[in-house]
C-alpha cells in the first residue's frame, strides 16, 4: 500500500492491526510446538540481533516479549539498532565492512537474499528448518507459496518472511459506488457491464444528491495509487487484467493481455462512457488527495470509484462513507473476473549470517520457529493475555460466525503514535494466516462504524469477491535470480508505460481504437514482450519443480 493509503487509514490503525495479529490453536499445533520449543537439554547462547529503532518499542533489551523468549529458550538476546528511514542503507554498510551480527532481523529483498546467500554471507536455512523447527514446516506445507517465496533461485532458502496474509487486499481491485443513490433512484446494484452503463448514466441525469444542480460526478479515479485506475476493475469483463504485469494464464500458459482483441473491445466500452461524460476526465491525471476532495464534497457529488480500499476515496472521518459499498465484479462478454493477487512472501525479515556459531544458528532458528506458532504470534503482537486481549467467552462469535477464539480490547495500544514495551510491534517472522485472524471475535452492531472497518471490507470481499478470482495466478513472489531481476524490472517499467498511456489515449479519444490499433500491437515487439514472458516462465518454473 502506498505511502498515501497509509496516511488516509491512520484513522482505521486499531482495527486493521487487531485482525493481523489474530491467531487459533489445533492439536497438531499445539504438537509442533510443544516438539519446537523443548530446550531443557539447550546450552545457554547469546544473540545478538540488527533490526531498526522502531518509536513504538520503549527498549528491546528490557521488553516484556524478549524476557519471554530468553526465558523460554534459555537465550540472551543484545540488539543492534538503526533509525528505520535508513536501515537498509546501514544494512548494506554492515555487509560490506564484514562488522554484522549473527541474526538480521529487517527487510531482505530476494536480491539481496541470493547475492548475500550464494556468497556465504547469510546461511542457509534448509537444514536448520529440517531439524530443529517444526512449526515452519508445517506452516510451507500448509501453504506452499510460503515457501516458494522464501526459497531463492537457487533452491536455498536464506530469509524466513512473515506468514501474513490480509485477505481484502489479495482482492483489491475493487469498486465502490454510493448505494444511498442507488436507492433513491430505485436502481439495483450493477450486475453487467450494461447495468453498470445505465447507473452511471442515470447518477448523471437523474440528480441523484437532490440539490437541482447538474454536479455529479458518476465515476471519478485516481493515478499512481492503489488500484484506482478505472481501467482495471472496468476490463476484468472483458479480459483478465491485473494491471500490474499484464499476464495471465491462458491454458496453463503465459500470454500478454494487452494486444488481445478483448482488451481492445474493453477500451471501446471505456470510451463510451467517457465519451457520454459518465467517467470524470480528472481520473487519468489527478492524485489520491484530489479524489478525495471529490469524495468528501458536503454536496455529496460521488456516484463510483475504483480503490483498494474504500476509505481511500471517502475517509472514515467523513460522514458520507457510510453510503458506498463494493460492486461485485462485472459480467461481460470474458465473463466475471476480478484480479488476484496472492500474498507476498518474498520479502525476508530473519536471516543468520556466517558469524553464528552452530550454538547460535539453532537458537536463532528457534527462536524463528517459536514466533511462527500461535502462542508465539500472539504474545509478540499484544503482549502478555490480559492486558490488552483475552480469551473469547462463550458464545462470542468469530468472522466467519463460529464461537471465536480471542478478543481485542478497544483502545489506544496499538496507535502508530503510542510507545510501548510489551511487545515487538510485529516485527521479525510472525505467522498471521487468514484461518488465524478470522478468529477474534467480530464487531457487532454498525458495520459502518469506524473501528468495524476491517470486517467490512472482509465481508465485501468475501460475500463479493471470492469465487472470482482466475483459477491460476502469477504469484507476487518469484525466484528470479538478480540479473533477471534487473532485466524484468526494465522491461515492465517500459511496458506498463506504454500500455497505460496508450490505454488513457485510447479512452479518452486521443488516439483512435480502430485507426491506431493495429500499430499499437505493433510496437510491442519493440518492448521485447516475448523476452518479458520468458523471464515471468523461467521464475514460476523454478517455483513448480
Same mark, same amino acid.
Given at each position: ?26 492439536? $497438531? ?10 530446550? $531443557? ?7 545478538t540481533?540488527?533490526t ?27 540488539f ?9 542503507q546501514?544494512k ?18 530476494p ?5 548475500y ?31 516458494n ?5 537457487d533452491?536455498?532458502i536464506y $530469509? ?22 442507488l ?31 447538474n ?19 472496468l ?18 500458459k503465459?500470454?500478454f493481455?494487452?494486444d ?16 457520454e ?13 484530489s479524489l ?11 456516484g ?5 480500499h ?11 462513507q ?8 462485472l ?17 525476508g525479515?530473519?536471516s ?23 502462542e ?6 499484544y ?11 462463550p ?12 478478543y ?48 467490512r ?13 482466475p483459477?491460476?495466478a ?19 517499467t ?8 496508450n ?36 521464475a ?6
Amino acid at each position: 500500500m502506498k505511502q498515501k493509503v497509509a496516511k488516509i487509514v491512520s484513522g482505521m490503525v486499531v482495527v486493521s492491526m487487531v485482525l493481523t495479529a489474530c491467531s487459533t490453536k489445533s492439536g $497438531s499445533d499445539a504438537t509442533a510446538e510443544q516438539t519446537s520449543n523443548d530446550t $531443557s537439554a539447550a546450552k545457554a547462547v547469546t544473540l545478538t540481533i540488527f533490526t531498526d529503532q522502531s518509536p513504538r518499542i520503549e527498549n528491546y533489551e528490557t521488553n516484556w516479549f524478549t524476557k519471554q523468549l530468553e526465558s523460554k529458550l534459555n537465550i540472551t538476546l543484545k540488539f543492534s539498532l538503526t533509525p528505520s528511514d535508513s536501515i537498509q542503507q546501514k544494512k548494506q554498510l554492515l555487509f560490506a565492512s564484514g562488522e554484522y551480527p549473527e541474526v538480521i532481523m529487517t527487510g531482505m529483498p530476494p536480491t539481496d537474499q541470493y547475492k548475500y546467500g550464494t556468497t556465504g554471507v547469510l546461511m542457509p536455512l534448509n537444514d536448520l528448518i529440517e531439524q530443529y523447527a517444526p512449526n515452519i514446516k508445517k506452516a510451507f506445507q500448509e501453504n506452499p507459496d510460503l515457501k516458494n517465496g522464501a526459497t531463492s533461485a537457487d533452491g536455498n532458502i536464506y $530469509s524466513l518472511p512473515q506468514n501474513q496474509i490480509c485477505f481484502h487486499c489479495s482482492y483489491s481491485q475493487k469498486m465502490w459506488i454510493n448505494q444511498k443513490w442507488l436507492d433513491k433512484l430505485g436502481l439495483k446494484m450493477p450486475e453487467t457491464i450494461d447495468d453498470f452503463y445505465n447507473v452511471l448514466k442515470a447518477f448523471k441525469e437523474r440528480d441523484p444528491n437532490g440539490n437541482g444542480k447538474n454536479d455529479e460526478i458518476p465515476l471519478s479515479g485516481a493515478i499512481n495509487t492503489w488500484n484506482g485506475e478505472v481501467y482495471g476493475f472496468l476490463m476484468n469483463p472483458f479480459i483478465y487484467n491485473d494491471r500490474t504485469t499484464y499476464l495471465m494464464f491462458n491454458g496453463g500458459k503465459l500470454v500478454f493481455v494487452s494486444d488481445k482483441p478483448e482488451y481492445k473491445e474493453g477500451l471501446k466500452y471505456m470510451h463510451k462512457l467517457f465519451a457520454e461524460k459518465l467517467i470524470d476526465p480528472a481520473s487519468f491525471t489527478q492524485n489520491l488527495d484530489s479524489l478525495e476532495q471529490i469524495g468528501t464534497n458536503p454536496a455529496e457529488i460521488l456516484g463510483a470509484y475504483p480503490a483498494g480500499h474504500m476509505a481511500m476515496g471517502v475517509p472514515l472521518t467523513s460522514p458520507l462513507q457510510k453510503d458506498y459499498v463494493a460492486v461485485p465484479p462485472l459480467k461481460g462478454p470474458g465473463g466475471q473476473m476480478t484480479a488476484y493477487f496472492p500474498p507476498s512472501y518474498n520479502n525476508g525479515v530473519w536471516s543468520i549470517t556466517n558469524k553464528a556459531s552452530k550454538e547460535q544458528a539453532i537458537a536463532a532458528i528457534k527462536i524463528a520457529d517459536y514466533m511462527y506458532t500461535e502462542e508465539g504470534t500472539i504474545l509478540s503482537t499484544y503482549g502478555p493475555e490480559g492486558k490488552n486481549w483475552t480469551k473469547a467467552k462463550p458464545g462470542d462469535k468469530d468472522f466467519n460466525g463460529d464461537q471465536a477464539v480471542y478478543y481485542y480490547k478497544p483502545g489506544d495500544y496499538q496507535s502508530e503514535n503510542m510507545v510501548q514495551n510489551d511487545t515487538w510491534s510485529q516485527n521479525g517472522p510472525i505467522s498471521l494466516t487468514e484461518a488465524l485472524r478470522e478468529k477474534f471475535v467480530a464487531p457487532t452492531g454498525d458495520l459502518f462504524n469506524p473501528d468495524s472497518y476491517e470486517f467490512r471490507l472482509f465481508k465485501e470481499t468475501k460475500d463479493k469477491y471470492v469465487g472470482h478470482e482466475p483459477k491460476q495466478a502469477l504469484p507476487n513472489a518469484l525466484p528470479f535470480k538478480p540479473e533477471e531481476a534487473d532485466e524484468v524490472a526494465q522491461l515492465k517499467t517500459s511496458i506498463q508505460k506504454y500500455v497505460d498511456q496508450n490505454t488513457v489515449l485510447f479512452i479518452t479519444g486521443g488516439k483512435d481504437i480502430d485507426a491506431g490499433w493495429s500499430s499499437y500491437v505493433e510496437d510491442f515487439k519493440k518492448l521485447n514482450v516475448d523476452r518479458y514472458i520468458q523471464l515471468y516462465e523461467a521464475a514460476y518454473g523454478r517455483i513448480k519443480k
